[in-house]
């Protein structure tokens, strides 16, 4: 059991490698935008999962990183000397120097206030860039070039992959040292208890502006990457979707897990490149997604896996039981249900879809669903929806083991990963 994380590791580690010979041009961009988000979730979680503090303005520092970054991209492109691969760091300085900033003015809090000043702040940064068009180029924002450093040329999207994966290990190997170094400790100590850290001789208020400096800084790097990837930038970047997501990232990933931002990186922007090709309404199931991991699985995915592998490895749980099957089959009714009606639904109050309606002279188009029409007049479609529904539902109800955990369960689940 102690050699699956390896095994994992070591399959994951050859995949990235064997991208650029096997992959094509749309699964390197994917992977990429993956790498990039990952980041970005990294250094959200530093703040939040291992400091306690709720940043829901995380953009700014991202979006700020950006700009910078194709700013110093032109400068190269006039002439200027700074090497290409490490244009992140512009990004991860510019995000450095705005969050100590912003991490001082917002640090004085914590909780609830905390988290409003981040979204106070991030709300200025937007309209700042949305009014300042010569600085931040307006609706059409700025674009750039990638230049050549010395032998290395960075016009390919294989040459930003590896890039990418470089920046993206390094930031992964600086995370993990800085969460197990004794700064790292004092953070988690005013995570738990900040008072008893105070009392310790420690100025809180100075550590935790500085973890918020360096939670910016990660995040400015991720938009340094986006800058070289896209060579382009706009205000776009400073809206609340982009601090939303990274919450997203790290929620359904796991908070408390290292690797959990990770994996919610790779669900949720894999899930919205394909979801977005298959459904106007991939959104919606993103939305619901969250909202049964938040209810279902607090830990998030990661946590949930980490829980059930230490459960393993106690001998209390199988690696994949009966159980485990049957929560497969009730996922799967229930999602079944979900998609018959939220498309049909959704399709048919569309103005497209009454539009059709209209220039068919009043008869109702059929809608395309997993490969099949369906009348939305026949109760067909509305019966197989409504009962696989009721179905997914029930075999939760009937399974103590697929309801929602109690609040103590939670509690000593907590407990015990803390030991």
Not at 263 to 271: E, N, R, V
Not at 318 to 335: E, H, P, S, Y
Not at 349 to 367: L, N, T
């Amino acid at each position: 059991m102690k050699t699956v994380p390896y095994i994992g590791a070591a399959i994951a580690a050859a995949a990235l490698l064997a991208l650029p010979i096997f992959g094509d041009l749309g699964t390197m961009n994917l992977v990429i935008k993956i790498m990039i988000a990952a980041i970005f979730a990294l250094g959200f979680n530093l703040l939040w999962g291992q400091a306690g503090l709720p940043s829901f303005g995380h953009a700014a520092y991202y979006g700020i990183g950006t700009f910078a970054t194709i700013y110093m991209m032109n400068a190269i492109d006039r002439g200027g000397w700074f090497p290409t691969p490490l244009l992140p760091l512009v990004g991860a300085g510019a995000g450095f120097a705005f969050g100590l900033v912003a991490g001082w003015f917002a640090t004085i809090r914590s909780g609830v206030y905390f988290a409003m000043i981040t979204v106070a702040l991030a709300e200025l940064v937007s309209a700042i860039a949305l009014k300042w068009e010569g600085l931040f180029g307006g609706e059409a924002g700025i674009r750039s070039i990638r230049t050549d450093w010395g032998p290395f040329s960075f016009q390919s999207t294989t040459s930003v992959y590896w890039l990418t994966l470089v920046w993206m290990l390094l930031v992964m190997a600086f995370l993990f040292g800085l969460q197990r170094s004794p700064f790292g400790l004092v953070v988690r100590g005013i995570r738990e208890r900040e008072l008893r850290v105070r009392f310790l001789g420690y100025d809180t208020h100075r550590v935790k502006t500085l973890v918020f400096a360096i939670s910016a800084a990660v995040s400015g790097l991720a938009g340094g990457l986006l800058a070289i990837s896209d060579e382009s930038a706009s205000m776009v970047l400073f809206q609340g979707s982009g601090s939303a997501f990274v919450v997203l990232n790290t929620v359904i990933g796991g908070a408390g897990v290292f690797l959990g931002p990770v994996i919610g990186a790779a669900l949720t922007t894999s899930f919205a490149y394909f979801g977005a090709n298959l459904s106007h309404f991939w959104m919606l199931y993103l939305g619901i997604a969250f909202v049964v991991t938040v209810m279902y699985a607090p830990q998030g995915i990661g946590g949930a896996i980490a829980q059930r592998a230490r459960a393993v490895k106690a001998g209390e749980k199988a690696a994949f039981g009966t159980g485990d099957l049957i929560g497969i089959v009730a996922f799967a009714l229930t999602f079944l249900g979900l998609i018959f009606l939220i498309e049909i639904t959704g399709t048919i109050c569309s103005e497209q879809y009454r539009a059709g309606i209209a220039s068919a002279k009043g008869v109702w188009p059929p809608v395309r669903l997993l490969g099949y029409d369906f009348n939305p007049l026949s109760p067909l479609p509305w019966l197989i929806g409504l009962l696989s529904l009721a179905a997914g539902i029930a075999i939760v109800v009937a399974q103590p083991h697929l309801r929602r955990p109690r609040l103590l369960d939670l509690v000593t689940t907590k407990a015990e990963a803390g030991k």
